[in-house]
């Protein structure tokens, strides 16, 4: 082999080496799992590095999308919370967080459709503000709930401290030792550090099985799984009061010893957007993760 065909053999072994380089360092996946610490992640990126730990996705249909933004923002801090309220935003503007990751609606229905809400001056308000900060906002409820382990209820069932009572996924746990509805009250009020909930029920009944359903899974689940489990205790985010509530009524009245603690929907799913900053933590150490509470959009008296 001539001088000159060596020299050129060896141009292109380099040249590939280093376009395989960075073609490599231009997955984030990839980025991460060499140990590189890298802040020049964009919102697209790190949407596509959860969304690939999910079974199945990305989901044809979801409404775990952008909210407001675009995928090629570069992001400068991650906010996670239940809802993106105006009080979030101006909290993520503070810290200088541009991309919030929330699990429910930002403009209020689950569709997050606008048009109906085109000439409403909170809804040009909040655009305009999310707008005016360049603020990318991704709904991620489907995908979190659709882990090998919901993240939701992970983060929930690890809060209440009731992990060796039941696998998270599973919809009953059986306490140990069993608890007052008094004592079982008190307790998730403490541990999801909710001021005041609603419940049915007598507060001196013991509850060893426990059905939890976290968020809104509406009225005919609800009492579906009351039918097929048979718990002492239906703990759940929220009711409509015409369904569940009135069956659990019902039921009392048959003579079963069943009870209803509604936590409200807030309360029983913000631990999941605290699973998620975690997780941002963990996969994106370089990018500073803010958890921020949206807390309750209702007061107690």
């Not at 605290?274 to 807390?295: C, D, N, Q, S, Y």
Request: include cysteine; hydrophobic fraction near 45%; glycine fraction near 6%.
């Amino acid at each position: 082999m001539n001088t000159n065909s060596l020299n050129r053999r060896k141009f292109i072994v380099n040249g590939a080496s280093v376009l395989g380089s960075a073609l490599i360092m231009s997955d984030p996946l990839i980025i991460l799992a060499a140990g590189v610490q890298t802040n020049a992640l964009t919102v697209g990126q790190i949407m596509d590095l959860f969304i690939k730990e999910i079974p199945d996705a990305p989901f044809a249909n979801t409404v775990d999308t952008l909210k407001s933004g675009n995928r090629d923002i570069v992001v400068t801090g991650i906010v996670t919370t239940m809802f993106a309220t105006i009080e979030v935003i101006r909290k993520a503007v503070s810290l200088k967080a541009n991309f919030i990751v929330a699990h429910e609606p930002t403009f209020y229905n689950h569709q997050d459709q606008t048009k109906w809400l085109e000439d409403d001056d909170v809804y040009q308000y909040k655009a305009a503000l999310l707008k005016e900060h360049n603020i990318a906002v991704w709904r991620n409820h489907d995908y979190v709930h659709s882990l090998a382990t919901d993240g939701v209820r992970k983060q929930v069932v690890d809060q209440l401290g009731w992990s060796d009572f039941g696998n998270a996924n599973q919809p009953v746990f059986s306490l140990n030792p069993v608890l007052s509805l008094k004592d079982l009250i008190d307790h998730a009020k403490k541990k999801l550090g909710v001021p005041a909930l609603r419940y049915i029920g007598n507060l001196s009944q013991p509850c060893g099985r426990v059905l939890l359903m976290p968020g809104a899974a509406g009225g005919m689940s609800q009492i579906r799984n009351i039918h097929n489990h048979k718990p002492d205790v239906l703990v759940c985010g929220e009711v409509s009061e015409w369904e569940t509530a009135e069956y659990v009524r019902d039921a009392r009245a048959k003579g079963d010893k069943l009870a209803l603690v509604v936590l409200g929907h807030a309360a029983s799913e913000e631990p999941g957007s605290l699973f998620m900053a975690r997780w941002f933590r963990e996969k994106v150490p370089a990018i500073k993760t803010t958890h921020l509470p949206a807390g309750n959009s209702l007061s107690f008296r």
